[in-house]
């Protein structure tokens, strides 16, 4: 009896020591899994699973490496941003509706293509010497709804300053170029605000307007890039033509605009809200007329930020 008591004692001596043996193994394995240079933990695999880090296990600081790395981002960015821009023309609402499926590493976030696309737009617009958001002071004064309005703010500014009315111009129009770059961005919340009116019933997010919106007008400044170097290469030609130098330019980017802008509203309204053509059809139409009265609400804008700047 004591001798099976003695051999109880010895395997279980043996299982706690075994057991003890295989927990310090485990605790070893756990100590060498690499660590998250970042968030400071575990990792098993070549990325971080709480903060998605590359965890590098043999660091290479080559110049080939650097190249490499450098390549691979240059050409997935790139086939990310020409993915992006064919969709944005060729099918709209389409970036949209694969924004809110989840569906967002193989694009441009919506903001990221709208920059490129205001990138493009005044590099364009300074290239051609088109006015269309870069309104000079002589527009603001003499073509828009509250040009009395600006007229009287203007000679009343430059009487109190002494100088005048050319060296106020210069002045006035360098400030505006600048600031209308990142005001541009201010009529995306007011599109998107005409967008949360038309479809109030269907009780969307507001954040679907905005991105439909940012996507909108990402769409509007590359078109609108298009049609000036249209316009130069063709205004050149009908400039020689008696009657058509003067008016192409403004007939022919005034109707193309609209009907480049009501199609792909009308489109993308379709495929993003999944209502009836009919239903999308008369949307577009008042988007039209969103879109005539953010343009204007955006000059008005860019004149008193210019003119509260000099």
Same mark, same amino acid.
């Given at each position: ?14 299982d706690c020591k075994l057991l003890a043996e295989d927990n310090l193994e485990q605790l ?27 965890? @590098? ?149 507001? @954040? ?13 400044l590359l078109m609108l890039s298009i049609l000036y170097l249209v316009i130069k290469v ?60 953010? @343009? ?15």
């Amino acid at each position: 009896m004591a001798g099976v008591q003695t051999k109880l004692r010895g395997s279980q001596k043996e299982d706690c020591k075994l057991l003890a043996e295989d927990n310090l193994e485990q605790l070893e394995v756990k100590d060498e899994s690499p660590v998250c240079p970042t968030c400071k933990q575990p990792s098993q695999g070549k990325f971080c699973s709480a903060c998605g880090e590359e965890v @590098v296990l043999r660091p290479d600081y080559s110049f080939r490496r650097f190249l490499s790395e450098t390549l691979n981002i240059a050409t997935s960015l790139e086939s990310n941003i020409f993915r992006s821009f064919a969709l944005l023309i060729s099918k709209p609402g389409f970036l949209t509706v694969e924004y809110f499926a989840g569906r967002r590493k193989r694009y441009l976030k919506p903001l990221q293509l709208f920059i490129f696309c205001n990138v493009i737009f005044f590099f364009f617009q300074a290239f051609t010497g088109f006015n269309s958001l870069r309104t000079p002071l002589q527009v603001h004064l003499h073509q828009m709804p509250y040009s009395s309005l600006a007229r009287r703010k203007v000679a009343k500014a430059i009487v109190q300053s002494g100088t005048t009315f050319s060296d106020y111009e210069a002045r006035f129009n360098s400030t505006l170029e600048t600031q209308a770059k990142t005001l541009v961005f201010l009529m995306i919340p007011m599109f998107a605000l005409g967008l949360e009116i038309l479809y109030l019933r269907k009780r969307e997010y507001f @954040v679907k307007h905005l991105v439909f919106s940012t996507h909108f007008f990402a769409f509007y400044l590359l078109m609108l890039s298009i049609l000036y170097l249209v316009i130069k290469v063709v205004g050149r030609v009908l400039a020689h033509l008696e009657g058509w130098g003067d008016h192409f330019g403004d007939l022919f980017m005034t109707a193309i605009m609209l009907s480049c802008c009501l199609v792909y509203l009308v489109i993308g309204c379709r495929r993003a809200y999944e209502q009836s053509w009919a239903l999308s059809v008369l949307k577009g139409l008042a988007l039209i007329g969103v879109l005539a009265v953010v @343009v204007q609400s955006f000059r008005l804008v860019l004149f008193f930020t210019a003119f509260y700047s000099i």
